[in-house]
């Protein structure tokens, strides 16, 4: 029986960076207050409402977040690409008979759809949970391992009881990585692989 993996989604499994700026600037007219897109898409992971929360007020916030998701399949779908060796990662878990999870902060609807357009293959989808908050879906599906972009999937692994393996392709750096607690940090998903396979050869 395989290793069981859990996965990020945003700059894990997807390059959603290009997508999430189109959104932000199609919402932007809309909003009281400018928002800067680069540094928006520089926090890609943070729950949506926390990112708005830097720039709104708190009464404005849940109408942004509705537009916002209203304009998301139009925009960002089609703007959204896998990361370089996603579907590796996943068919490297697939062949050692493992099971795969995407545990992530995008909201569940959005999740699914961007799974789906990228045809990545996964078993479960568990959304809107950020950081620890993680951790439950994590341990509830039985994965050994998560995988993930941010500091917050440090914490979310560790919450899990998952090994945790940092991919260095979002925001943050190997350094803070593995400052974070991080068991495995490695420069890209390729990389992974490389890991995954033979700590998976490895009897339990």
């Known amino acids: 029986m395989g290793i069981n993996v859990g996965f990020d989604l945003d700059l894990t499994l997807a390059d959603t960076r290009a997508a ?18 680069d540094v928006a898409v ?4 943070w729950p949506l409402e926390d990112e708005l929360a830097q720039w709104l007020p708190a009464d404005e916030i849940p109408a942004a977040v509705a537009l916002y998701r209203s304009l998301y399949p139009g925009i960002a779908l089609p703007a959204t690409v896998a990361m370089p060796g996603a579907h590796e990662a996943l068919a490297a ?36 949970v950020f950081g620890v908050d993680k951790g439950a879906a994590i341990a509830a599906f039985g994965a050994a391992v998560y995988v993930g972009d941010h500091v917050a999937d440090v914490e979310a692994a560790r919450a899990g009881g998952a090994i945790s393996v940092a991919v ?34 490895i009897p339990a």
């Open 20 to 37: 999430i700026a189109a959104v932000y600037e199609a919402l932007v007219p809309s909003l009281s207050t400018p928002i800067d897109i």
């Open 93 to 128: 878990v697939r062949a050692a008979g493992g099971r795969i999870i995407v545990v992530t902060g995008k909201n569940p609807r959005d999740a699914r759809r961007t799974v789906d357009a990228l045809g990545l293959d996964v078993d479960e989808i568990a959304g809107s």
């Open 168 to 201: 260095a392709t979002g925001g943050c750096t190997p350094a803070q990585l593995a400052e974070r607690g991080a068991d495995v940090v490695v420069a890209d998903l390729a990389e992974f692989v490389s890991w995954y396979t033979v700590r998976a050869s």
């Open 42 to 45: 520089s926090r890609i992971g």
